[in-house]
């Protein structure tokens, strides 16, 4: 596969409140920070994550465009999806060959709705959003089946939070998710570009997998899906310092540790992690950022980045950075 690397990565201040900044407003300065971090102006393609469901309006994703300049027109797309998706949509787009950056950005704002009635309507239409359960109610089913010393996890996010300016300012610990709003980018870079750079972080493999949409046709104690992501990402294959998990509940890092094969010798979630702050949309695409920003810093040899979508981790997406190609 062709060789790509993270160059750059920034991310807001994450808030617990409407800031009252449009879309456009709230991207806007993370892309003036990649782009100087990376010296482009301009990228080859450029993909977003985002959901028009937070938003409240069709096509949102269109005016948050705005803030990256889409004149002259640009090679552009978007999921409705976590931007961790939009990362390795612009990967596959990269080994092309034909182009060799990508500007990949997330965003979203929670205060604006009721994120526990806007995640029910994900599910299953017929079967599963008639019951009326959202996502923490899907989390409690999941918790039950899982033995894990929550508090002790929580505790450790919130206490590693504190060192992280990004973070919001939690009095106390959590075991679920805080609603925040905020963004995150972060630009790929392939080819001729690889050898203009020196500090960069390498994805050294990249993949995702997914379970059945219906919990009851899975085993919630564990997560195949991210096992399997993880054993075609090689995060087996050596050493890792540095595992940046989408936790959204506390209980979910008993099961993501066990399905990526994670050791004692592991950080994990040196940066506090989602229960630190969860800016949906964006919050498994900063979970890359942080363990590139550790390995282009040199804390990190080898670290583990991995974003989750759907109800009790049924998407995961698991990525392996290192300091070498």
């Known amino acids: 596969m062709r060789p790509v690397a993270v160059a750059a990565f920034a991310q807001t201040t994450h808030t617990g409140h409407d800031t009252g900044l449009a879309e456009a407003e709230l991207i806007l ?19 977003s994550g985002s959901c028009d469901y937070l938003a409240g309006a069709p096509f949102s994703f ?17 999921v409705e ?40 309507l994900q599910l299953d239409p017929y079967y599963l959003a008639p019951l009326g ?58 080819g001729d570009l690889l050898r203009e750079r020196t500090n960069l972080a390498y994805i050294n493999g990249i993949a995702h997998r997914i379970d059945p949409h219906y919990p ?54 040196p940066s506090g992690g989602p229960l630190a702050a969860n800016p949906v949309m964006a919050t498994g695409l900063i979970r890359i950022g942080e363990a590139a920003r550790r390995v282009m810093d040199g804390t990190a040899a080898r670290a583990v980045a991995h974003a989750t979508s759907g109800p009790c981790l049924q998407q ?3 990525a392996v950075l290192s300091r070498e190609s």
């Open 62 to 78: 269109v005016s948050a465009l705005d803030a990256v300049g889409a004149w002259p027109p640009i090679q552009e797309s978007h």
């Open 29 to 47: 300065p993370i892309i003036r920070s990649v782009r100087e971090q990376s010296g482009l102006q301009e990228f080859g393609f450029t993909c």
């Open 316 to 318: 995961n997406l698991v």
């Open 81 to 120: 999806m976590d931007a961790a998706f939009a990362l390795y949509e612009a990967w596959v787009r990269l080994q092309h060959g034909d182009l060799d950056s990508a500007l990949v950005y997330g965003f979203g704002k929670s205060s604006m709705g009721d994120l526990r009635e806007i995640m029910t």
């Open 133 to 190: 359960l959202d996502q923490l109610s899907y989390a409690g089913l999941q918790g039950s089946a899982v033995s894990s010393d929550v508090k002790k996890i929580a505790r450790r996010s919130w206490e590693s939070a504190q060192t992280n300016e990004f973070a919001l300012r939690l009095p106390e610990p959590v075991e679920t998710a805080p609603i925040t709003d905020g963004a995150a980018a972060i630009v790929l870079v392939a």
């Open 216 to 269: 009851g046709m899975r085993d919630l104690a564990l997560s195949a899906s991210a096992a399997a992501a993880a054993t075609a990402a090689g995060v087996g294959k050596g050493h890792v310092d540095v595992a940046e998990l989408h936790v959204q509940f506390a209980h979910e890092e008993t099961i993501l540790v066990k399905a990526l094969g994670l050791g004692a010798g592991t950080d994990i979630n």
